[in-house]
């Protein structure tokens, strides 16, 4: 089955500054990669997702990039600020099914 | 519009009970997860139901554990003879129906605190 590593477990950034998040999945045929943010006590919410016919993926100061050849794919917060603190889990969708793998998770903390 | 909704939010109960949790999906999305994360953990695969096929029920830990889906909308998810390790908080996502290219993000509920004493 499906295997996704998720780097780093931890991750504290100044505000202001980028947090970059890999996570890496071993099943060539997966081909749908979301990103979700939870908060204390909230469940995970989808902040952004990729396809694999997709190299990278903007949404304001979020983005997520993908490279299927290295089975690995990025999450990347410019401009952090407090309020992104937060758990952030990838995830891997393998093709024909919807049995989703996610990743460890990483606590992102933006110190003021 | 209603996200998916999940009762009771906190569950306090003795070792030994069964307890019920229940999830109620975001309307016309055909599929249903239930996954446990314990504290600072990630998310635990337990039970899965698309459509009107037989669910996925490859996670559940033990024969303790069983889902419910009636009428393809409401899951109930029962723990029979609790555990002080099945003390967690379980998660329910909803999904429209997806594969192949097609794939479609899960939508979480903000899940059950369960505490087993």
């Known amino acids: 089955g499906e295997n996704v590593e998720q780097h780093p477990s931890t991750l504290s950034v100044q505000e202001g500054d980028s947090a970059v998040i890999k996570c890496t999945y071993s099943?060539?045929?997966?081909?749908?990669f979301p990103w979700y943010k939870q908060e204390l006590g909230k469940g995970p919410q989808l902040i952004i997702d990729?396809?694999?016919?997709?190299g990278e993926k903007k949404d304001q100061r979020i983005a997520v990039t993908l490279n299927k050849t290295a089975k690995h794919f990025s999450l990347h917060i410019t401009e952090t600020q407090p309020e992104d603190s937060a758990v952030y889990f990838c995830?891997?969708?393998?093709?024909?099914?919807?049995?989703?793998?996610f990743g460890t998770g990483t606590k992102l903390q933006v110190i003021p | 519009g209603a996200g998916v909704s999940q009762s009771p939010s906190n569950k306090v109960t003795e070792k030994g009970k069964d307890v019920e949790l229940r999830c109620d999906p975001i309307s016309g999305h055909t599929a249903l997860y239930w996954y446990r994360q314990s504290l600072g953990q990630g998310l635990e695969f337990l039970i899965y139901f698309q459509g009107n096929s037989a669910p996925d029920k490859s996670g559940l830990p033990s024969d303790r554990f069983s889902a419910e889906r009636t009428g393809g909308s409401v899951s109930t998810l029962t723990i029979q003879r609790t555990q002080q390790e099945d003390s967690a908080v379980y998660l329910c996502a909803s999904s429209l129906a997806g594969g192949g290219s097609h794939n479609q993000p899960q939508h979480f509920g903000d899940g059950t605190r369960l505490s087993i004493l």
């Open positions: 995830a891997a969708y393998p093709g024909g099914y919807q049995k989703v793998t």
């Open positions: 099943d060539s045929a997966s081909n749908y």
């Open positions: 990729i396809r694999s016919n997709v």
